[in-house]
């Protein structure tokens, strides 16, 4: 099972140079098409979708969206400089198919949710394995076409920021922090208005969409 704090992960992967971009749209996102434009500006974090690829889970699908009074920003400067800040807490769903859950139970969806539930409570509290969030809360239900639906609530974080820089080919952006032992990875991004949309592949198979409006 993922519990994964998508603001934080997306972001990192996209600045450290592990995401690069397949053109392809996720499972569940929105269907993503490239454009380019003016990424020149301050943009507030709307939310990140991601669907994660592996032999035993094909098609665990996730939504992440700051919590009230969370604040995430991305700027991109006119010189070049890129800066992330993020502060607050987040709310994320998670959509299991029963194939995903087939290791923690074989009594059908309803059980594998009261598993898969319990399993997560266990965890309130205790480091969810970005910085120092914590789950707070879970909740998780039985859903259409055999699925189970489970709904984290992550604890308040303290105030994070990454800095870099950041180039534009065409309709691709590339950020590159100090940090990072390799250039930073293309990925493919569309302004639209005062939306902004960038599409992240991971190379563990990760694929996602950030959302963010100015």
Not at 57 to 63: A, G, L, R, S, V
Not at 82 to 92: I, Q, R, V
Not at 145 to 167: E, I, R, V, W
């Amino acid at each position: 099972m993922r519990a994964l704090l998508t603001t934080v992960v997306l972001v990192a992967c996209c600045a450290a140079a592990g995401c690069g971009s397949s053109g392809k749209r996720t499972d569940n996102c929105a269907a993503f098409s490239a454009c380019g434009g003016n990424i020149v500006g301050t943009w507030n974090y709307v939310s990140g979708c991601a669907t994660f690829m592996s032999a035993t889970c094909p098609d665990e699908h996730t939504m992440t969206t700051p919590a009230p009074g969370a604040v995430a920003t991305y700027t991109f400067g006119s010189d070049g400089t890129f800066t992330y800040t993020f502060s607050g807490g987040a709310n994320e769903t998670i959509n299991y198919s029963l194939g995903c859950l087939s290791a923690v139970t074989d009594a059908g969806i309803p059980q594998a949710c009261a598993d898969v539930q319990s399993l997560y409570r266990m965890s309130v509290g205790q480091d969810a394995g970005s910085g120092s969030a914590q789950i707070a809360s879970a909740t998780c239900s039985a859903g259409q076409n055999q699925t189970c639906n489970c709904t984290l609530a992550f604890s308040s974080l303290p105030q994070q920021m990454q800095s870099g820089s950041y180039t534009i080919s065409g309709n691709q952006l590339t950020i590159t922090t100090p940090n990072a032992a390799d250039p930073g990875t293309p990925t493919d991004y569309c302004v639209s208005g005062n939306r902004l949309t960038i599409h992240l592949v991971t190379d563990s198979g990760t694929s996602g969409v950030l959302t963010l409006t100015r």
